[in-house]
Antibody, heavy 129, light 110 residues
């Protein structure tokens, strides 16, 4: 089955760049789907960061867009997140997930199907000097 | 900040039915399908309901989802102790041009 695993430093200094990689197994990224990043500050809710399609097109949460870079490497079946100029507010558990994002039609007309499944186990990144 | 509003908590005794609401707007729930996630303590979220009312393989039929207008609901019937978790709704949002999550609801089994 599809499995995702996040990896990267657990501690980043303020103003530096947070870099994480998600390794996908059991499914070839180049086959399709979007691939996304979500984070969860300690004791708080979920926040979508951004997603990338296998051929490289991306979209991001506008609240983070200027600081976020998401890339994909189909040769290694990995995708990555870079978040620049981090502050303590970026301390969170960072999850990667496969992202279903597609058109959906029913009796009501058009809508967007959009969900994350499966998820990686998550990795805690702390921002501190 | 979340644009989908959920009650912070809900509770019930074993066997009871618990319902969690998710309130949005015309740019998200009113226009797109809704999904629900279950996050057990110390674990990653897991997809529980997709496309308003569909259950992925392996999810018990005690869990059901519905949507009406700009709101959605998750119902847990026959509540069990292992259902104690945080639950999040989510949907596409046209204003954000991306995914939005609800504020989350902690379900406690008394």
């Amino acid at each position: 089955q599809v499995q995702l695993q996040e990896s990267g430093p657990g501690l980043v200094k303020p103003s530096e760049t947070l870099s994480l990689t998600c390794t996908v197994s059991g499914y070839s990224i180049s086959t399709g789907y979007y691939w996304g990043w979500i984070r969860q500050p300690p004791g708080k809710g979920l926040e979508w960061i951004g997603s990338i399609y296998h051929h490289g097109s991306t979209y991001h949460n506008p609240s983070l867009k200027s600081r976020v870079t998401i890339s994909v490497d189909t040769s290694t079946n990995q995708f990555s997140l870079e978040l620049s100029s981090v502050t303590a507010a970026d301390t969170a558990v960072y999850y990667c997930a496969r992202h279903e994002s597609s058109d959906y039609y029913d009796s009501s007309g058009y809508s967007r199907n959009n969900w994350f499944d499966p998820w990686g186990q998550g990795t805690l990144v702390s921002v501190s000097s | 900040q979340s644009v989908l509003t959920q009650p912070p908590s809900a509770s019930g005794t074993p066997g009871q039915r618990v319902t969690i609401s998710c309130s949005g707007s015309s740019s998200n729930i009113g226009s797109h399908t809704v999904n629900w996630y279950q996050q057990l303590p110390g674990t990653a979220p897991k997809l529980l309901i997709y496309t308003n009312n569909q259950r992925p393989s392996g999810v018990p039929d005690r869990f059901s989802g519905s949507k009406s207008g700009t709101s959605a609901s998750l119902a847990i019937s026959g509540l069990q102790s292992e259902d104690e978790a945080d639950y999040y709704c989510a949907a596409w949002d046209d204003s954000l041009n991306g995914n939005v999550f609800g504020t989350g609801t902690k379900v406690t089994v008394l």
